[in-house]
């Protein structure tokens, strides 16, 4: 596989376990991903994946996407 189709499997494969889920069960399964996606964004990790490669393949300002998360926030 590819990275581009394995990062693709994974996406389906959790939307799939999403689906299989109590209401209940998919709220605090999304409550712990809020909290792990908030630690990814705050992370200065430079690994595959992290949000800072992110930012670099897309050409993004790191420091402006991180500003606007701040302020939809509030």
Same mark, same amino acid.
Request: charged share 25%; hydrophobic share 10%; aromatic share 0%.
């Given at each position: 596989m #590819?990275?581009?189709?394995?990062k693709l499997a994974e996406y389906y494969a959790r939307r799939v376990a999403l689906a299989k889920m109590s209401e209940e069960e998919a709220t605090e399964h999304m409550r712990l991903e809020w909290k792990t #996606?908030?630690?990814w964004v705050k992370s200065d990790s430079e690994k595959i994946g992290s949000f800072r490669w992110c930012c670099d393949v897309f050409d993004l300002d790191i420091s402006a996407v991180r500003r606007a998360i701040r302020e939809r926030k509030k």
């Open positions: #590819t990275p581009d189709q394995e #996606t908030q630690a």
